[in-house]
């Protein structure tokens, strides 16, 4: 069973760029979730889907962050335009229905270097 | 917003010692979970706990759930080389799907 892809695995962009991030899911799995980790700080979350829907979007930072689940299936994370404090790895996470936490499987994440 | 505070920050030890890592948090917890980061790879589910007072072991892993649910620790014993990554505690609340993370626990170990 493929586990949770994400692309790019590196991005490094200049300040005021847009990049789009991508995450596939494990097959089957409705939530799927965004966080973030920024240098020397904790993993925030960002956003959790079910399905193609936004469940909870209360952490993303503001409106230059736009995330999409079409059709349910792949998610992407568009940063437009990117700013210094954007670096960070971006991580993506999907899980069947279950309790909190439960079979909730990690992609490697992708590093963002905003210059 | 919530948050947890994690302890220690790094750790080296010499290799068959054993490991203990600790969070706090200043709000109830509702589920704590432990996660192991590699280099280069996401975090990956350690132990779950889902109920106060809670006791679970994963091979020479242990963690429990604190009484008072503000708390969690984990424990390694006997340290292998492979034990060698970040380990970070995770939180969640009531009716919630959202994890509030610590700043993670560095773990080297010496063989």
């Known amino acids: 069973e493929a586990g949770v892809t994400q692309f790019p695995s590196h991005s490094v962009i200049e300040k005021g760029q847009t990049v789009t991030l991508r995450c596939d899911p494990i097959?089957?799995?409705?939530?799927l979730y965004w966080y973030r980790r920024v240098m020397g700080k904790e993993i925030k979350f960002l956003l959790h889907f079910v399905k193609e829907s936004k469940q909870d979007e209360s952490g993303m930072p503001n409106n230059r962050f736009l995330a999409e689940r079409t059709g349910g299936t792949y998610s992407t994370l568009k940063v437009q335009p990117a700013e210094l404090e954007d670096s960070g790895v971006y991580f993506c996470a999907s899980s069947q229905a279950g309790r909190v936490g439960e079979k909730l499987f990690f992609g490697s994440g992708t590093q963002l270097s905003v210059l | 917003g919530q948050q947890l505070n994690q302890s220690p920050q790094s750790m080296f030890i010499q290799e068959g010692e054993d490991v203990s890592m600790n969070c706090t948090s200043s709000s109830i917890f509702n589920t704590w979970l432990w996660y192991k980061q590699d280099p280069g790879e996401g975090p990956v589910l350690l132990i779950a706990l889902y109920k106060a007072g809670e006791l679970t072991s994963n091979g020479r892993l242990t963690a429990q759930f604190g009484i008072t649910r503000k708390d969690s620790f984990l424990n390694i014993s006997a340290s292998i080389p492979s034990d060698v990554g970040i380990y970070f505690c995770a939180g969640s609340g009531a009716g919630s799907y959202q994890l509030t993370f610590g700043k993670g626990t560095k773990l080297s170990v010496i063989p």
């Open positions: 097959s089957g799995h409705d939530n």
